[in-house]
């Protein structure tokens, strides 16, 4: 006689059956379409609009609309490519200091054992991180600039200090950038697990190899994401290098101000708008890079 066949039972299930998992129903989606219109409403338009005044050109004589690259072709060229170039080199130079500064901070808040010290840290940090624009440049101004508190104290011009410049530009950026990257970098260091040091220290581990070979790799893709978004917010800023630099420093935030009102050369709202679109595709790129580190930092750290 033949033995009897067993059904295999996998552990850790209910009666032995493989629990299945939920599919998703036409309500998930249902429940996503308010969110999903709005977001059509306010980022499709505008980006349409941007788009399609950026590869076409209407003739004044005959109104008619052709499709054309000749925009897109000057905004890289000339003192657009510059101003282009300089935005990125100074989101690039002051997202990577503050995300060093921010980190050290950061790492000073987490180890306090003051929870009064890490509260103020925290609430300065969200305040400060929404501080930019016209306020701030004048809160510079009045100290730093060429009459200002701190200028004449310290006596700054004598040293070479200049704050409507490139590093004075860097400076300010770094104001608001900085407690930012505090707000994204406390919640990855919390997340670092206590048995984590434990066991590298049970294993004969300095503190030093600790970071080297567990810490650190694992707080790289939140360092990156963070670096990242540093970068997108400093090239998205206007208000503050436009109260501050003006035409001074080359930034393709002020090229499109001035595309746009016509303060240089009338008719090149079409470049303007390929500007813009150049930036778009910029900062399609940074999320590009930003969504994955902060999917796989989440995977350890949570």
Same mark, same amino acid.
């Given at each position: /006689?033949?033995?009897?066949?067993?059904?295999?039972?996998?552990?850790?299930?209910?009666?032995?059956?493989?629990? !299945?998992?939920?599919?998703?129903?036409?309500?998930?989606?249902? $429940?996503? #379409?308010?969110?999903?219109?709005?977001?059509?409403?306010?980022?499709?338009?505008?980006?349409?609009?941007? $788009?399609?005044?950026?590869?076409?050109?209407?003739?004044?004589?005959?109104?008619?609309?052709? =499709? @054309? %690259?000749?925009?897109?072709?000057?905004?890289?060229?000339?003192?657009?490519?510059? &101003?282009?170039?300089? &935005?990125?080199?100074?989101? *690039?130079?002051?997202?990577?200091?503050? @995300?060093? #500064?921010?980190?050290?901070?950061?790492? *000073?808040?987490?180890?306090? !054992?003051? @929870? *009064?010290?890490?509260?103020?840290?925290?609430?300065?940090?969200?305040? #400060?991180?929404?501080?930019?624009?016209?306020?701030?440049?004048?809160? +510079?101004?009045?100290?730093? %600039?060429?009459?200002?508190?701190?200028?004449?104290?310290?006596?700054?011009?004598?040293?070479?200090?200049?704050?409507? &410049?490139?590093?004075?530009?860097?400076?300010?950026?770094?104001?608001?950038?900085?407690?930012?990257?505090?707000?994204?970098?406390?919640?990855?260091?919390?997340?670092?697990?206590?048995?984590?040091?434990?066991?590298?220290?049970?294993?004969?581990?300095? %503190?030093?190899?600790?970071?080297?070979?567990?810490?650190?790799?694992?707080?790289?893709?939140?360092?990156?994401?963070?670096?990242?978004?540093? +970068? %997108?917010?400093?090239?998205?800023?206007?208000?503050?290098? *436009?109260?501050?630099?003006?035409?001074?420093?080359? #930034?393709? @935030?002020?090229?499109?101000?001035?595309?746009?009102?016509?303060?240089?050369?009338?008719?090149?709202?079409? =470049?303007?708008?390929?500007?813009?679109?150049? /930036?778009?595709?910029?900062?399609?790129?940074? /999320?590009?890079?930003?969504?994955?580190?902060?999917?796989? &930092?989440?995977?350890?750290?949570?």
């Amino acid at each position: /006689m033949s033995a009897p066949t067993t059904t295999p039972h996998r552990e850790g299930t209910a009666g032995g059956t493989t629990p !299945r998992r939920r599919r998703r129903g036409p309500r998930t989606w249902l $429940a996503a #379409l308010p969110l999903l219109v709005f977001t059509g409403l306010c980022f499709g338009i505008p980006l349409g609009a941007i $788009a399609f005044g950026a590869v076409t050109r209407t003739d004044p004589a005959t109104g008619a609309t052709h =499709v @054309t %690259g000749e925009h897109l072709a000057r905004s890289l060229q000339g003192p657009y490519l510059t &101003s282009l170039t300089g &935005s990125v080199q100074l989101s *690039a130079l002051t997202a990577l200091l503050a @995300t060093v #500064l921010g980190v050290l901070i950061a790492q *000073a808040v987490v180890t306090s !054992r003051s @929870t *009064a010290l890490r509260s103020a840290a925290l609430t300065a940090s969200g305040v #400060l991180a929404n501080f930019g624009g016209v306020p701030l440049a004048f809160a +510079f101004i009045a100290t730093a %600039g060429i009459s200002g508190v701190v200028t004449q104290l310290a006596d700054l011009t004598g040293l070479g200090w200049d704050l409507y &410049s490139f590093t004075g530009l860097t400076v300010v950026y770094l104001y608001f950038l900085i407690p930012l990257m505090v707000l994204v970098t406390v919640p990855a260091l919390d997340g670092l697990r206590p048995q984590w040091r434990e066991a590298a220290q049970n294993n004969g581990a300095t %503190g030093w190899q600790f970071w080297r070979l567990v810490g650190l790799p694992v707080l790289t893709p939140s360092l990156l994401g963070g670096f990242v978004l540093l +970068f %997108g917010t400093a090239f998205a800023a206007h208000a503050t290098a *436009a109260a501050l630099v003006g035409g001074s420093v080359p #930034l393709v @935030t002020l090229k499109i101000a001035d595309a746009l009102s016509g303060n240089v050369l009338t008719g090149q709202e079409n =470049v303007a708008l390929a500007l813009g679109l150049d /930036m778009i595709l910029i900062a399609g790129l940074v /999320m590009a890079v930003y969504l994955p580190l902060q999917r796989r &930092s989440a995977r350890w750290l949570r």
